[in-house]
């Protein structure tokens, strides 16, 4: 793994995908031994908004959510702050999908990276189009300065390496 001290808010959605698709663990556990170990050492953190998320489905992933070093970071005075800086932009707003439920933790991944200085890994994908009026993670972090990289882009920073065996 990389010497470069990097540190990670994780967006609920890196993990679900990870965890139901391309990393499931039954065939790839070493990705959760790894993500166990930078969360041990504190390289990587999801705010308590995304284990929220999680902790709905009350599936194996938050089992092993539950049980794993990553931290998991409550909301602070520093991070409400970032927050309503966050929000001061009107476009912002549309971040949280109020009718669907649906990102509610998205502004507070930002909030606590901001807070943290640390780099948001998502799998959203920013949004480019000029006639629209969503929103998504990339764009409030390229607005609020915030680096958003996606998983595959974590993997190469961190120097992660699969193996395969039968």
């Known amino acids: 793994m990389s010497t470069i001290s990097n540190t990670y808010c994780i967006d609920a959605n890196v ?3 990870a965890w139901q698709k391309y990393y499931c ?19 990587i953190f999801i705010c ?14 938050y089992d092993w959510l539950k049980s794993c070093n ?18 001061q932009n009107p476009l912002h707003l549309k971040l949280v999908d109020n009718t669907k439920n649906r990102s509610l933790a998205d502004p507070w991944v930002i909030a606590h990276a901001m807070n943290e200085k640390a780099i948001v890994v998502s799998k959203e994908e920013k949004i480019t189009a000029i006639n629209t009026e969503k929103v998504k993670i990339p764009n409030v972090c390229e607005n609020m300065s915030v680096r958003c990289i996606n998983d595959f ?12 065996s039968l």
Do not use: A, H
């Open 70 to 87: 990553i931290p998991i970071k409550k909301s602070s005075e520093n991070v409400i702050k970032c927050l309503k800086e966050i929000y």
């Open 15 to 17: 993990l679900i995908q």
């Open 25 to 43: 663990p039954k065939f790839c556990p070493d990705y959760w031994k790894i993500l166990d170990e930078l969360g041990r050492q504190n390289r």
């Open 48 to 61: 308590e908004d995304v284990y929220n998320e999680i902790k709905k489905t009350e599936d194996d992933l």
């Open 153 to 164: 882009e974590f993997i190469q920073e961190i120097q992660l390496k699969f193996s395969c």
